[in-house]
């Protein structure tokens, strides 16, 4: 059974601004199929996974920082592709990691840099914290200081990392963020998460490995996050609590270890299941059973991390979401895959575009090992 809690913010803070960002190199889902088809020793019922797998999963493009895979250069140094034959390569960890240390850097900065030009009424030297989130790779000096060094930031801004957390880490970020504020109103939080997913891509004819190959993909996100006033006509996305809960029978249904070569994802195909037998219970604590005017029915737009097509028709099903209200995150699914914890940030700024004169609630949900169920009550409003 899940056991959760809620914590509110206090009302006091609210994202102010959204950024994302994406490597430059597209990958046409049905290319990297069969790229990942053709690959030697794939069985004929691995070749027939792959098909089922990469088709069924409601994607059309992902984006990586690896060129290669594309045609369209050597962004990885021939260490994944081998020129010539188009063969799959497996480098080691230390080497993957060399390339994320190498590439993850400008995106934390380029998303850092138009959360922070996007946000009204907000500059860098307003800046007071930074918060970086990811689990596809690790550095010190980190992302943190590169983001400090990049923008400007005063040298005093305090910084905090959440490293490997998987696809959920964008609330407890958000959720600290909020803490934050609470504390001192006049603090400027910026939040950024970037994964490169695809560093660690595998080939093989087991599932788990199918599955990782057909979903993940590399991007970015950022978002100013602060409880000072707002000039007049600000769309906001008001940070009013969160809940966070373990479905204990998942423990070992998804996780996320560091292997030789590169990091080892595990996805259970009873993930979807166990996400829509135990979502209703685990939202309680965040939106009640529907008495008092509260309940999921009383949620207006939704924002669900996708983390593949099955999760999200499991979740519509659970909750009884209308087309309409998964829509933002099928087409975030759709044209960019699944970019870890730096996804539902994605979704979140398509909700954006539906601020209006009249508040309206948002739910927000992803989730990752453990399996773990981490969501957020927020409230989309134009300041006045």
Request: proline content about 6%.
């Amino acid at each position: 059974m899940p056991k959760g809690n809620v914590e509110t913010g206090g009302g006091a803070a609210s994202i102010r601004s959204i950024a994302t960002v994406v490597p430059e190199t597209v990958l046409d889902q049905a290319d990297i199929r069969d790229l990942f088809a053709r690959q030697p020793g794939r069985s004929g019922l691995g070749v027939r996974r792959i098909t089922s797998v990469f088709d069924a999963a409601a994607i059309e493009t992902r984006h990586t920082v690896l060129a290669e895979l594309a045609g369209g250069g050597t962004a990885g140094g021939g260490q994944f592709l081998e020129p010539g034959t188009g063969q799959l390569r497996s480098p080691a960890t230390g080497a993957r990691n060399d390339l994320y240390r190498r590439t993850a850097g400008p995106l934390f900065v380029a998303a850092a840099r138009q959360a922070v030009e996007a946000a009204p009424g907000i500059d860098a030297t307003d800046v007071s914290h930074v918060i970086t989130v990811s689990c596809t790779g690790f550095y010190a000096p980190g992302p943190d200081i590169e983001i400090v060094r990049g923008l400007g930031l005063a040298p005093t801004t305090l910084r905090s990392h959440l490293g490997f957390l998987g696809c959920y880490a964008a609330f407890p970020a958000l959720r600290a963020a909020a803490d934050v504020c609470r504390a001192d109103p006049d603090a400027v939080v910026l939040v950024v998460t970037v994964e490169l997913c695809t560093l660690h891509l595998h080939t093989g004819d087991d599932t788990d490995t199918i599955l990782s190959s057909s979903l993940f993909a590399d991007g970015g996100a950022a978002a100013v996050v602060t409880a000072r006033p707002a000039p007049t006509g600000t769309p906001l996305l008001d940070l009013d609590a969160f809940s966070s809960t373990l479905i204990v029978e998942g423990t070992d249904d998804m996780a996320w270890t560091i292997g030789d070569h590169g990091f080892d994802m595990v996805l259970s195909s009873r993930i979807p299941r166990l996400v829509e037998a135990h979502l209703p219970q685990a939202l309680k604590p965040l939106v009640g059973d529907g008495r008092e005017g509260r309940g999921v029915a009383e949620i207006d737009l939704w924002a669900v991390h996708p983390g593949g097509r099955s999760i999200l028709d499991r979740v519509q099903s659970a909750l009884g979401l209308s087309e309409d209200q998964l829509g933002p995150s099928r087409e975030v699914l759709r044209r960019y895959g699944n970019m870890s914890s730096a996804t539902v940030l994605f979704v979140l700024r398509e909700l954006f575009a539906a601020a209006g004169p009249v508040p309206q609630r948002v739910g927000a949900l992803a989730f990752g090992p453990g399996v773990s169920v981490e969501s957020a009550l927020l409230t989309l409003r134009t300041a006045s």
